[in-house]
């Protein structure tokens, strides 16, 4: 069964027939229990139910049994759903992910995390199933927009800053070129990022995050906070650069980071076309209904266990911190503000 994302059938319609087609000579090997199941795309997908809802039905009127394969084409936000639909049917079906953008093929559709939003709360329902096998087409990245070739860039530079100092510099040098979409480049970009995330998931010793510890989500704290007080107007990558510019300005001015590493992390992130401010991050006051810092409380309730968030005292160097002080953010979010 092929679950495809609406925004990538809008763009390519003549995908649907070409998997019919595909599907049709090679019967004697597949049987396509049902035509291509398409579902809308982007973070709206993980915010509405009844869409996980629908794909179970569908996955049972198709008879899709723990043999079968769920095969999902699309942008991260699509793969999260029908990730989790799949590894709730039957208690797991074989899933196979053809992620179709920048973010999702250099971070999430290698990753084993599947999930959706509920309670205001970004990814709070969800599963950790690895996937069957995970297929990344260049091709699809063609027909992106500049803002998902982009965004999805933020990631390479988070798992750049927290281990690899030289992946950093590629990423540093090249900055202008990757934002002018040099496809070459951005190859790289995605299978140097892909390498650090399944080497964390494989060799870190805690792959299904039972410990409070979780390094790759440098950045993130704010990141997911600022998508939900932004109403998703800000992309996950958009939102993550944002996280970083902030935890790396904080991180700064507490003393840990030297100011040219600073200046050279602000400085790529906008020759890259990303954003390093919000205006979202100005309710500070963590009573705030509006504040950035619950993304703090939110964090720790995800994840167990004291707080602990990712910090980094040199390009390729983190380590974690289990308390913060709030007036010195603020002063970050200043500084921020003004650049």
């Known amino acids: ?82 990730g989790y639909a799949a590894a709730t049917a039957h208690r797991g079906i074989r899933l196979v992910r053809v992620p179709t953008t920048v973010l999702a093929q250099g971070d999430s559709g290698v990753g084993v995390k599947n999930s959706v939003n509920a309670f205001g709360k970004k990814n709070f329902l969800g599963t950790f199933t690895p996937p069957y096998a995970v297929i990344n087409d260049a091709a699809f990245l063609t027909g992106l927009n500049q803002r998902d070739w982009i965004g999805g860039v933020a990631e390479a530079v988070k798992v750049a800053l927290i281990r690899d100092g030289a992946f950093f510099r590629f990423l540093e040098t090249n900055a202008k070129a990757i934002a002018a979409r040099d496809p070459e480049l951005m190859q790289q970009v995605i299978y140097r990022s892909c390498q650090h995330h399944m080497q964390h998931i494989g060799n870190s010793g805690d792959p299904f995050e039972m410990g409070s510890s979780r ?52 400085n790529t992130l906008q020759n890259l076309g990303l954003p390093i401010f919000a205006p979202e991050l100005k309710a500070v006051g963590i009573a705030d209904a509006r504040s950035v810092f619950r993304g703090l409380l939110e964090f720790q309730e995800h994840l167990g266990g004291e707080l602990t968030i990712a910090m980094i005292d040199g390009i390729g160097s983190c380590f974690d911190v289990h308390q913060v002080d709030v007036a010195l953010f603020q002063r970050a979010i200043d500084l921020l503000e003004g650049l």
């Open 1 to 82: 069964m092929f679950v495809i994302d609406g925004g990538l059938v809008q763009a390519q319609p003549e995908l649907l027939e070409s998997i019919q087609e595909y599907c049709t000579r090679y019967s004697h090997a597949i049987d396509l229990r049902c035509a291509p199941w398409v579902i809308s795309g982007g973070e709206g997908v993980k915010n509405d139910p009844d869409q996980v809802t629908q794909l179970q039905h569908a996955i049972h009127t198709a008879g899709i049994c723990r043999h079968s394969y769920v095969i999902a084409i699309g942008g991260g936000a699509a793969l999260d759903m029908v």
């Open 215 to 266: 390094p790759l989500d440098f950045g993130h704290w704010a990141a997911h906070r600022l998508e939900y007080l932004t109403d998703y107007r800000l992309r996950h990558g958009e939102a993550v650069a944002i996280g970083m510019a902030l935890d790396s300005t904080y991180a700064y001015l507490q003393g840990w980071l030297p100011q040219a590493h600073w200046q050279r992390i602000i």
